[in-house]
């Protein structure tokens, strides 16, 4: 069983930034991946950032690159997610997981963490 805390969302100006954070505790292991998936309402949950616990491969997807960031903290099992250049469309509930890589398609993931809601203002 694994054990996800997010945090960090709020309110910001469409240009501003964020920084999310997410803590694992439990099941994990070096060689697994901790990833953000982001839901809007009425949306599928989809895909946003991933790395790797132990070494630096990462994962972006198309609509975030060049703008966000996703990091790892001193503190084990710790990953951060850098949001610049913000835009009203990354409004959404942001979900953090943990897991061996699996694609991109939040159906291959089990443990999730409650979500931070993430609202970019025009």
């Known amino acids: 069983q694994v054990q996800l805390v997010e945090s960090g969302g709020g309110l910001v100006q469409a240009g501003g930034s964020l920084r999310l954070s997410c803590a694992a505790s439990?099941?994990?292991?070096?060689?697994?991946?901790m990833g953000w998936f982001r839901q809007a309402p009425g949306k599928d949950r989809e895909f946003v950032a991933a790395?790797?616990?132990?070494?630096?491969?990462?994962y972006y997807a198309d609509s975030v690159k060049g703008r966000f960031t996703i990091s790892r903290g001193n503190a084990k099992n710790t990953v951060y997610l850098q949001m610049n250049s913000l835009k009203p469309e990354d409004t959404a509930v942001y979900y953090c997981?943990?897991?061996?890589?699996?694609?991109?398609?939040?159906?291959?993931?089990?443990?999730w963490g409650q979500g931070t809601q993430v609202t970019v203002s025009s």
């Open positions: 439990g099941r994990t292991y070096s060689s697994y991946y």
């Open positions: 790395i790797m616990l132990s070494g630096s491969k990462t």
């Open positions: 997981t943990t897991d061996n890589w699996a694609g991109t398609s939040p159906r291959m993931y089990h443990d």
